[in-house]
């Protein structure tokens, strides 16, 4: 029985992740090859409803085999057309958004790393726990540059709002008592923990 794009997508998404070993020369020129051939199948069926969500995928999948093996420019050459071609909206692109920075960051093109960042926090397609792990990144591989910033601390301040109605029992954070980058380290914190507590309930339940 012929497989769907879906299944073949999945199938060989899911193979490179179990395969891959990272800074194996031979088991990424694999792994990148299967989803080349994938790749290729999806762009000859592009017409085809979701066939974008799944170029997405395979894309940025390869995005992150190159990123695990260190090719840094790789990650840098393919992102830039992804973030162009993708809706902000999906959860591909802000990985592939993720590993682009640590790119810049690693080759040491911190003020283009900084830049685009802060260019990528006003997009409205990242909020919520995205937008404050975009933020909690860069504040971490670069201590003071988050300045205080009213547009940056209003979306926060959103994001946190948007979060707690969703289900997330944040505390309340007195955020006009912390400057900007305490406040980000603080929420992102509190995400941390709670999905942490969300994770090992799941599993107590799964094993009771």
């Known amino acids: 029985m012929n497989k769907t794009l ?45 066939a974008r969500e799944l170029l997405a995928q395979i894309l940025s999948t390869r995005i992150w085999l190159a990123a695990e093996m260190g090719d840094a420019e790789a990650v840098l050459d393919k992102s830039e057309g992804f973030l162009k071609e993708f809706s902000s909206a999906s959860l591909s692109y802000f990985n592939v958004l993720s590993l682009r920075l640590r790119s810049l960051h690693a080759l040491d093109r911190h003020g283009d790393e900084l830049r685009e960042a802060l260019e990528f926090a006003k997009d409205e397609n990242i909020h919520g726990d995205l937008f404050i792990v975009l933020l909690e990144g860069i504040a971490t591989r670069h201590p003071g540059s ?34 900007l980058e305490h406040l980000v380290f603080a929420a992102a914190a509190d995400l941390r923990l709670i999905n942490q507590k969300r994770s090992m309930s799941l599993l107590a339940e799964y094993d009771s």
Do not use: H, Q, T, W
């Open 6 to 50: 879906d299944e073949i997508v999945d199938d060989v998404v899911g193979s490179a992740f179990k395969a891959f070993v990272p800074g194996d020369r031979g088991a990424f020129e694999k792994c990148d090859s299967e989803l080349l051939e994938a790749e290729d199948l999806i762009i000859s069926n592009v017409e085809r409803p979701g």
């Open 146 to 179: 988050i300045g205080e910033n009213a547009f940056l601390r209003e979306k926060i301040e959103r994001s946190l709002i948007e979060l707690r109605m969703s289900g997330y029992s944040l505390p309340e954070c007195a955020g006009e008592d912390l400057n």
